[in-house]
């Protein structure tokens, strides 16, 4: 709801799509039974979604306020990031990725700070993600913090897409392994993380999203990106 601009927005209208209709069937969703282009105002699906408790009228709503469902789903998870953050000492596991790389850097760098207080030489380690030492990781995640209450661990820039079977078996045992004070973080910068086009990418966004914080990070206007910065001066 905090999406919609205004009041008039309500009045707005939505054409279902053969996706949405699809999407609910195959996942056996509770719906209100809308058709495919049929054309639906945004209050009416407001209703269908709060009243009803449609999965249909809720993926309408976020194709109209997001652009698509995908693009939803990771806005919701940037703002769940923020508030992670805002507490102060995040937990969990973390997968950045997506196409503006000055914000997986940023955040990234926000998580191991707020994770880590002060002097990090002993509770923070960067692990190359081009040439992963799964042995190496996966000790470094299940070493405990000394003299502080968070260990942070970051994977940085792996290429997800080029892992074999094996390590990726080797990765998404890490990361159900992993458990407090240790935040693991996964950052993607410059290789391409591309879930709908790749199982190996696709399985681990899926395994983050059970466990921690996956989000993709898009390219965002220069009025966006100055309010984030501000924000965080």
Do not use: W
């Not at 306020?65 to 919701?76: N, P």
């Not at 507490?87 to 707020?114: H, K, M, N, W």
């Not at 995640?141 to 094996?166: F, N, Y």
């Amino acid at each position: 709801v905090e999406q919609l601009e205004g009041e008039e927005a309500l009045d707005d209208t939505v054409t279902i799509t053969r996706e949405i209709t699809d999407y609910c069937y195959v996942n056996d969703c509770s719906v209100v039974g809308l058709e495919v282009d049929e054309v639906v105002p945004v209050r009416e699906l407001l209703y269908g979604t709060i009243l009803s408790s449609g999965a249909d009228a809720a993926l309408a709503l976020a194709c109209y306020t997001a652009g698509s469902h995908e693009a939803f789903v990771a806005q919701m998870n940037e703002k769940e990031l923020n508030r992670a953050l805002r507490t102060g000492l995040p937990s969990g596991v973390f997968l950045l990725y997506g196409s503006d790389r000055y914000l997986v850097e940023r955040y990234a760098s926000l998580i191991v700070d707020r994770a880590v207080k002060g002097d990090k030489t002993f509770n923070y380690e960067r692990v190359d993600g081009a040439k992963i030492d799964f042995d190496h990781l996966y000790d470094s995640i299940l070493t405990l913090s000394m003299m502080a209450e968070r260990r942070a661990v970051m994977l940085d820039d792996p290429d997800i897409d080029k892992l074999s079977a094996g390590d990726l078996d080797k990765l998404l045992q890490i990361l159900n392994d992993a458990v407090e004070p240790t935040v693991f973080i996964i950052a993607i910068k410059q290789n391409e993380f591309l879930p709908k086009k790749s199982s190996r990418c696709r399985k681990l966004l899926e395994a983050v999203d059970r466990l921690g914080i996956a989000a993709e990070l898009g390219e965002r206007s220069a009025a966006d990106l100055a309010a984030f910065v501000m924000k965080r001066c």
